[in-house]
C-alpha cells in the first residue's frame, strides 16, 4: 500500500534519511520507532510530499504527490499549524470541503466529542490552548477518514483521556482496513496493537519486524530497540542508566 525506495533527504550537508526503503502491507499499523533526530519526521514529511528528496515513494500504486495518491493520503504533523482567526467548527469545515466530503457534520461532531473539544466550537485558533490545539490538529487529520494515514508523535502534547481515546480511534481504524503509520520515540507509548515496527537512527533503518517475527524471537519491542539503537540487551541499558547516575550523584 506504501512503497518507500530508497529515498535519501539532506538538509544542506545533513542526511536525514540515509536510503530508506520499507513497504507497508494494506491494513497494516506500522510504529515508525527512533529517537529524537532519528529521521522519522523527515520520512513522513517526504511520504506526503511536502520535501524534495532522491528515491521514489507510491501510494497504492500512485507516485506519493498525484492528486490520486493526496485523494488518500491524510497527516497529523507533530506540530499543529492552525489559523488564529477561524474557529474549530471552521477549521473542521474548510478540511470537510477541500475533500469535498458530503455528510461531514455527524463526523465532526463525533469527533469534537471524542476529543472534549465540543465546547469549544466557537474558539478562535489562537484561543486554544496547546492541549487543544494539539487535539484539534488531530481531528482535522482524521476527519477525511482516509485510506493511509500518518501521524507523528501524535502523543505528545494530549491529555490522558485523548491519549486514550486516539488509542481506540486508531485501534478501530485498523480493524477498519486502514494503513497506519506512527511515529513515536516513547516505547512506552507503544502499547496497542501493531502488525510492524520499523526502528530508525540516523537516518537509517535499523529494523523492520513483523509482530509475530518479534514473538517468534522471544524478544520485547523494547529489548530489540536496545539491540538496534544501543547494540545492547534492555538490562545493560538500565545498568549503564543507573552507573551514569551513580557518577553524577
Ligand atoms: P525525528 O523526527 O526522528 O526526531 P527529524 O526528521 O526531525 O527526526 O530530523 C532528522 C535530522 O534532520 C536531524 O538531524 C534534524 O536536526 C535535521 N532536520 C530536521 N528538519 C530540518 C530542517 N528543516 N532543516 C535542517 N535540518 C533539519
Redo the contacts with the bound molecule.
Keep these: 500500500m506504501l512503497d518507500v525506495n530508497h529515498v535519501v533527504k539532506k538538509?544542506?550537508k545533513?542526511l536525514?534519511?540515509d536510503d530508506i526503503t520499507f513497504h507497508l502491507n494494506p491494513g497494516d499499523m506500522t510504529i515508525l520507532l527512533?529517537?529524537?533526530?532519528?529521521?522519522?519526521?523527515?520520512?513522513?514529511?517526504s511520504i506526503m510530499g511536502f520535501l524534495k528528496y532522491q528515491g521514489t515513494i507510491t501510494v497504492d500504486g500512485k507516485v506519493n504527490k498525484s492528486v490520486e495518491a493526496k485523494k488518500i493520503l491524510g497527516f497529523v504533523p507533530?506540530m499543529p499549524s492552525l489559523y488564529p482567526n477561524l474557529t474549530v467548527s471552521e477549521h473542521l469545515e474548510f478540511i470537510a470541503r477541500a475533500y469535498k466530503m458530503t455528510d461531514y457534520k455527524n463526523r465532526i461532531d463525533e469527533l469534537l466529542t471524542r476529543f472534549e473539544l465540543d465546547d469549544k466550537r466557537k474558539k478562535f485558533g489562537d484561543e486554544l490552548s496547546k492541549g487543544m490545539q494539539q487535539k484539534l490538529n488531530l481531528c482535522i487529520g482524521l476527519l477525511p477518514n482516509p485510506k493511509v494515514l500518518l501521524l507523528?508523535?501524535p502523543m505528545i502534547g494530549l491529555d490522558p483521556h485523548a491519549i486514550k481515546e486516539l488509542k481506540n480511534v486508531i485501534n478501530e481504524m485498523r480493524c477498519e482496513g486502514k494503513t497506519l503509520l506512527i511515529?513515536t520515540?516513547i516505547i512506552d507509548s507503544v502499547d496497542m496493537l501493531w502488525d510492524r515496527t520499523i526502528i530508525?537512527q540516523g537516518?537509517q533503518v535499523k529494523a523492520n519486524v513483523t509482530k509475530p517475527e518479534l514473538e517468534t524471537k522471544g524478544q520485547s519491542l523494547e529489548d530489540l530497540f536496545f539491540a538496534v539503537t544501543e547494540g545492547i540487551s534492555k538490562e545493560e541499558a538500565k545498568e549503564a542508566d543507573s552507573q551514569k547516575e551513580e557518577e553524577q550523584a
Design positions: 538538509y544542506g545533513n536525514a534519511c527512533g529517537p529524537n533526530g532519528a529521521g522519522k519526521s523527515t520520512i513522513m514529511k507533530e507523528d508523535e511515529s520515540h530508525m537516518g
